[in-house]
């Protein structure tokens, strides 16, 4: 009889960053397992994962306890085949000559035996199945523990397989299976004998004091964070990562409210907010305007009547870390940034291509370079990539790496500096993640650029490319950020040039690799305009033309969209690829007719078509020069008519070599006035 399959693993306290993935996985291929032995349909509907700091489990619902017998063919010998060939075939698989069927195959007519086959028993099967299950589970590292062999993430200590109210009988990891469940370890039951499957979660709740199910017990303490910052009179910032890691360390959640001195405020927020929440898992507490209050909240594994022991200990805890930021910061400022930057010098950035103090000086040309293109002061960019790595070599990025930059403009003002070139010292890593903030202000942009090319242009002068998913020095991301800054800050430069500019600053050290980092960069492009809401076919239309100017790519794909939105469009399009194709193919026979004269066109349609280009094209120049992308292919579409009457009553191969020529040259004149925006031809289904 079908029933609810339940199946725990009870272990030491998991590794809270993979939880819910371990636990999703091990659901997933549990489930996948039944469904494959036919002990479960592929329904998903009621399944349950449940994840807690001590446990990975899952229930299942309407497993049978048997799989029906099916009949399966089987494959035997030829009909030609001798007769004791085909009498041993029927004698392995159980029945008679004579119930052996045939059928057709590629290599001729076979035998075929229709054998019954046992339906899988979840006795037999279902410990094999958990141990294949944890086997492919997403581990990086596995551990022993004790005199055994067993391998797991963790030391595992329960296993509960349970189908109705019914111990299905097996062994996984060296443990029996059992009914019996554990509670909160201090204000739950120890142990929790289940009766039934389908009463783990309530049980769990109500006698082991254990919220199981993840996404309920997150949403638990996103309620109570929420509710205790508005009685402190805070909020709580960006706080949605670390409220997962957290969900990971708890199995029954209370939150309270510390606070620290005010003193410490003098330092720095970044430094503090990193302390709190990624030493001590606390979530700070900000004003109305995000500044950081000298309060936080503690999640807690317990629920107190008078939690204040709980409070006071985690004050105390906290003290120190937030004295060891103070100390940094006041111990760092002590030197100027400046006076640390010939000692990158000693600080390697890649064994291949120098120091971090090479790195700067390339940088330091590299954005000024930019800037001035920019119009604005080179002098301002070169000295904020001149400064830009300083803060590597200062005790607060030592212990927090995820300051870089952050410091640096911290410092950078106190020695003094230029806010411009302040700001840029922190915004050149931006964008940070994918989606992040960018750099603000054009001598930012010029060294966040400089940056990027200068690390994209180095590896791939070394040929280290990005292959298939691996990409360790995140270059994709690098060339994403460039895009994004060209484009969405509308920066004014040439992709040709900053690439040139890029490797212009190795001199002899690397290959030429030019060409393979701008299509690089032209692939990321592709998938980047395609998330921003562009068919492929649009986004191939202006790539073809190899843009130079990054940050005219949106107007030219407002343009081919709005073109294709055209009735005139179809035509267009599929009568610009066939032209593609004639020059082509002319091309291929060597055909030259670059400085053809077209005063010899004679037939109506061709001369129709060519006054019409020429007059089309004049009234079309003045939109292009002003960068009217839309109007301009606009403009073309009065060219269908034309164009249609010249593919029907015109023959382009002629075998009068001056006409053929003249009228391959007004096809070139054609697709090259189209072809301005975009390559239109793209469009074309």
């Not at 410990?127 to 294949?132: I, K, N, P, T, Y």
């Not at 309530?202 to 199910?213: H, K, N, Q, T």
């Not at 109570?224 to 360390?249: C, F, I, M, N, P």
């Not at 060219?639 to 020529?661: C, G, I, Q, T, Y």
Request: glycine share 8%; aromatic share 6%; hydrophobic share 45%.
């Amino acid at each position: 009889m079908e029933a609810s399959l339940l199946v725990e693993l009870l272990t030491e306290e998991l590794p809270p960053k993979s939880l819910a993935r371990l636990a999703e996985s091990f659901a997933n291929e549990l489930f996948n397992g039944l469904v494959q032995h036919q002990l479960k349909l592929r329904d998903f509907a009621g399944r349950r994962v449940f994840a807690t700091p001590r446990r990975i489990a899952t229930l299942i619902p309407q497993v049978s306890p048997l799989a029906v017998d099916r009949s399966q063919p089987m494959d035997g010998p030829s009909v030609k085949a001798p007769a004791p060939a085909i009498e041993g075939f029927a004698r392995k698989q159980g029945v008679t000559v004579e119930a052996l069927q045939q059928r057709d195959t590629p290599k001729g007519r076979i035998y075929v035996a229709n054998v019954v086959v046992k339906g899988a028993v979840l006795d037999s099967v279902l410990a094999q199945l958990v141990s294949e299950s944890i086997k492919k589970l997403p581990i990086p590292k596995l551990m022993r523990w004790g005199a055994g062999e067993a391998q797991f993430v963790r030391p595992v200590h329960g296993l509960v397989m349970l189908h109705g109210a019914r111990v299905v009988p097996g062994s996984v990891l060296g443990i029996s299976a059992c009914a019996t469940t554990h509670g909160h370890r201090f204000m739950g039951a120890r142990s929790i004998a289940l009766a039934q499957a389908d009463e783990y979660e309530a049980r769990l709740f109500d006698d082991g004091a254990v919220i199981a199910d993840f996404g309920k017990r997150r949403a638990e303490i996103d309620r109570l964070l929420l509710a205790e910052a508005a009685r402190q009179g805070g909020s709580l910032g960006a706080y949605q990562d670390l409220l997962d890691e957290v969900t990971a360390l708890v199995e029954h959640p209370s939150v309270y409210a510390g606070s620290f001195d005010p003193g410490f405020l003098e330092v720095p927020q970044e430094c503090l907010i990193l302390t709190m929440r990624q030493n001590q898992k606390y979530f700070p507490l900000f004003d109305a305007t995000g500044k950081l209050l000298p309060k936080f909240l503690i999640v807690a594994n317990m629920r107190l009547a008078d939690p204040r022991h709980v409070i006071d200990g985690n004050q105390r805890v906290v003290r120190p870390r937030l004295e060891d930021a103070r100390f940094f910061h006041n111990q760092d400022r002590k030197l100027r940034l400046e006076e640390r930057v010939p000692r990158l010098a000693r600080v390697v950035h890649h064994n291949k291509l120098g120091s971090q103090l090479e790195r700067v000086e390339r940088l330091q040309l590299l954005a000024g370079r930019i800037a001035r293109d920019l119009g604005t002061d080179g002098a301002l960019a070169e000295r904020a990539a001149w400064l830009a790595k300083a803060d590597l070599l200062t005790g607060m990025v030592g212990e927090f790496p995820e300051l870089q930059g952050v410091m640096g403009r911290y410092y950078a003002l106190h020695d003094g500096e230029a806010p411009e070139v302040a700001d840029a010292i922190e915004a050149h890593y931006r964008p940070r993640h994918a989606g992040g903030a960018l750099p603000e202000g054009v001598v930012a942009c010029a060294v966040a650029l400089a940056d990027k090319l200068d690390t994209l242009a180095g590896l791939f002068g070394l040929g280290q490319q990005p292959t298939g998913d691996k990409d360790p020095f995140a270059l994709r991301r690098a060339a994403l950020g460039t895009i994004r800054i060209l484009v969405e800050r509308n920066l004014d430069l040439s992709l040709a040039e900053l690439v040139s500019a890029a490797f212009a600053g190795y001199s002899s050290k690397l290959g030429d690799a030019r060409t393979d980092l701008k299509m690089f960069v032209l692939d990321r492009m592709r998938g980047y305009f395609q998330e921003a809401g562009y068919s492929a076919n649009e986004v191939d239309a202006v790539l073809a033309m190899h843009p130079a100017r990054i940050n005219l790519i949106p107007r030219q794909l407002v343009a081919v969209r709005a073109f294709a939105a055209l009735p005139e469009a179809v035509s267009l399009a599929a009568a610009n690829k066939r032209v593609a194709n004639i020059l082509k193919q002319a091309a291929a026979k060597g055909e030259s007719f670059a400085n053809a004269e077209l005063s010899g066109l004679k037939e109506p349609a061709e001369r129709a078509l060519h006054e019409a280009l020429r007059s089309t094209t004049d009234a079309a120049q003045s939109q292009f020069a002003r960068g009217d992308y839309t109007a301009y292919l606009k403009t073309f579409a009065v060219l269908k008519a034309p164009v249609d009457a010249f593919f029907d009553s015109v023959l382009v191969m002629v075998d009068d070599e001056k006409l053929r020529h003249s009228r391959l040259a007004l096809l070139a004149d054609l697709r090259s006035a189209m072809n301005r925006v975009a390559d239109i031809s793209k469009l074309a289904q």
